[in-house]
């Protein structure tokens, strides 16, 4: 045999090029969704949720490090989408989430997946359909941030008709905490009793300090009691208003997503 020619060696580069690039986005991916990164996928989390107590959500990620996650792939990783994605089968999900997160090739997802390109471009469009039912057109990140700032305040101030004039008609709150004392066991729909809700409790809102965080590239509070982090909280906001007011209360995804940002910050960077 030969030497290889130069043109056989640029694309020997280029594939090795662009293996290192999908392992490192497998990385970043894993990272991202760990510690259940493979029952998001495998549906192997299924059982696990069908004993969990109360609303289940997607554990929260610290994604303040990554510089990239921002405008670039919050749309596709934020909480709220990812919690729309459990209703999609595990292929649609890893389908949809490599295609627009991570932006590979329908190719390079065909050969991941081990289906092909005709049946990986089917399945992302399946997948869009879906969401589109599911999913309403978010707000940008500063529209979104003032929206957090402007419901936090008025929960604080226990001003239920700012609150009422935040949220849309339709508007849910679901409180994950698989059975911890105060948190929800059922959503809560409707504009007056979310808002309701947010202020039910005085003490709740003065006993803690609001630090602002960064999760799945949107901005979220924690709210810390005692000087210890209890409660993660979010919202989900269309131009109509916020839609959904999403609280984590269970201590192991809050333990979860104080670990993570120094997990995500370590994967590798393109």
Request: aromatic share 6%; proline share 6%; with cysteine.
């Amino acid at each position: 045999m030969g030497r290889p020619t130069p043109p056989q060696q640029h694309d020997a580069a280029v594939r090795a090029e662009r293996e290192a690039c999908a392992a490192q986005d497998a990385d970043r991916l894993t990272a991202l969704l760990a510690p259940d990164a493979t029952a998001f996928f495998d549906g192997g989390g299924k059982v696990r949720r069908e004993t969990y107590i109360g609303p289940w959500l997607p554990e929260p990620v610290d994604t303040s490090s990554d510089p990239e996650v921002g405008a670039e792939r919050a749309e596709a990783l934020e909480l709220a989408l990812l919690l729309v994605l459990e209703k999609l089968t595990p292929t649609e999900r890893a389908a949809y989430v490599l295609r627009e997160a991570f932006d590979y090739a329908y190719a390079e997802i065909a050969e991941m997946l081990q289906l092909t390109v005709v049946n990986v471009r089917k399945i992302v469009s399946r997948a869009r359909k879906h969401l589109a039912t599911e999913q309403r057109e978010s707000v940008d990140e500063a529209e979104h941030r003032r929206l957090l700032e402007a419901f936090v305040a008025a929960a604080q101030r226990g001003d239920i008709a700012s609150l009422e004039a935040l949220l849309t008609p339709g508007a849910v709150s679901l409180s994950d905490g698989n059975g911890i004392r105060g948190a929800a066991r059922v959503p809560v729909l409707g504009r007056a009793r979310v808002a309701n809700l947010s202020t039910a409790f005085p003490r709740f809102w003065g006993e803690v300090e609001v630090r602002p965080v960064q999760a799945n590239g949107r901005s979220g509070v924690m709210l810390y009691r005692d000087g210890r982090p209890s409660t993660f909280m979010t919202i989900a906001a269309s131009h109509e208003g916020i839609h959904r007011v999403m609280w984590v209360f269970n201590p192991s995804k809050i333990d979860a997503f104080l670990n993570s940002g120094s997990r995500y910050a370590t994967a590798p960077s393109d």
